[in-house]
């Protein structure tokens, strides 16, 4: 592995996974115990899973959206929006994440590519609303569409099967940045994980802060291994002190 001095990059681009609430007490997917051992992806992460049980997959994100209530941004959302203000440059912030711990952290653009817990997509007319309630009544009945009034809000999540959002506004970036960021994935899931391997052959410097090595640490120039709170600030005082 090379390292590099953090100085005189002017676009940069910044992947985020659920390593980096982590230290937020939001659940990660694949690590011993995650999400994805608690439940069958295809039946709460799929549009097959949620036309056979509604409730079931409503219930699993109003859970989880209770969950992010009690969670509160660390020191690593803080620090990418402390580079946010602070960087003269092009940044993009890019989440896989559906949690709003950037948002609450300080961060003012963020581009949420699976979407978001707390907005809720209308599958009748296809609206889409901030939303911070359950979608799963206690008595089992479900909100109406406030723009609609058809019985027929989904979490604003995109599952397996589905595009992620702004998938051009994203490429177009990993096209042009000089410096690719990614924090806390584990790099299993596409898109987002063959992010590396274009801006790599774009000619970016690639470097990975992660808790373990990433499927994708091949194509890093510079891994760095450790929790986010304590990597994402140390990488950005380099940043910053250019
Ligand atoms: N600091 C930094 N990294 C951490 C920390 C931490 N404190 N804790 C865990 N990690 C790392 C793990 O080493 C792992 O590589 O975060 C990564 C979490 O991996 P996943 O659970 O697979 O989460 P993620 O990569 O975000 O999943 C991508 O998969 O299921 C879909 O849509 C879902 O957005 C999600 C996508």
């Known amino acids: 592995m090379f390292q590099r001095i953090m100085a005189g990059f002017e676009r940069i681009v910044i992947l985020t996974g659920a390593g980096i609430s982590a230290e ?11 999400l994805w051992e608690q439940h069958w992806v295809e039946d709460i992460a799929t549009p097959e899973g949620f036309a056979r049980d509604p409730d079931l997959v409503l219930g699993f994100y109003d859970m989880r959206r209770a969950a992010l209530a009690r969670a509160a941004p660390n020191p690593a959302h803080e620090a990418l929006a402390l580079l946010e203000r602070e ?12 949690d709003d711990l950037h948002e609450r952290g300080g961060s003012a653009q963020v581009l949420h590519m699976h979407g978001e817990l707390k907005s809720a997509l209308c599958t009748s007319c296809e609206t889409r609303v901030r939303w911070d309630a359950p979608m799963l009544a206690k008595d089992g009945d ?3 569409c406030p723009a609609c009034c058809a019985v027929g809000l989904r979490p604003d999540v995109v599952w397996f099967g589905e595009m992620p959002y702004e998938m051009d506004r994203i490429y177009g970036a990993l096209q042009t940045c000089d410096l690719f960021v ?34 994708g640490l091949r194509c890093f120039h510079e891994s760095r291994l450790g929790p986010a709170s304590i990597l994402v600030s140390q990488w950005i005082d380099e940043v910053l002190a250019h």
Do not use: H, K, M
């Open 142 to 144: 479900r909100p109406p």
């Open 24 to 34: 937020s007490g939001i659940d990660t997917f694949r690590a011993a115990g995650g």
């Open 87 to 98: 960087f003269s440059g092009d940044l993009l912030l890019v989440t896989q994440n559906v």
């Open 182 to 215: 990614s924090i806390g994935t584990s790099g299993v899931v596409y898109p987002a994980a063959g992010f590396v391997e274009e801006v790599r052959a774009a000619g970016a410097w690639c470097l990975e802060l992660n808790l373990d090595p990433s499927d």
